[in-house]
């Protein structure tokens, strides 16, 4: 499956970015999803997974209340809803797709490139 990222860009601290990650191929709705991200000089980092039917979610613990991973497979693509933003937030976020819904990055079997988000103070 390959994977392709968007929706980054340049936003105001408290404002709110939707990224969306398309996926080809048909096998899209067996993949587990997540999203990871990585700030400069800062090692990639888990943001939220979603299991194959969108039934469980997982949040790092520090963005659980701001971030909203959802998924819609008839579109296959996965969503990553961001609020109230903060400069910390700034990264480039991963889409990956893999057989368990987890914060461990090795689990993953495919990444898209990323997409930049730049929050602004």
């Known amino acids: 499956v390959q994977l392709q990222a968007s929706g980054g860009g340049l936003v105001q601290a408290g404002g709110s970015l939707r990224l969306s990650c398309a996926a080809s191929?048909?096998?899209?709705?067996?993949?587990?999803m997540g999203w990871f991200r990585q700030a400069p000089g800062k090692e990639r980092e888990f943001v939220a997974a979603i299991s194959w039917s969108g039934g469980t979610t997982r949040y790092a613990d520090s963005l659980k209340d701001r971030f909203t991973i959802s998924r819609d497979n008839a579109k296959n693509t996965v969503y990553l809803l961001m609020n109230s933003l903060k400069p910390e937030d700034t990264a480039v976020y991963y889409c990956a797709a893999g057989f368990r819904a987890t914060p461990v990055i090795d689990e993953y079997r495919y990444w898209g490139r990323g997409t930049l988000v730049t929050v602004s103070s």
């Open positions: 191929g048909r096998t899209f709705s067996s993949y587990d």
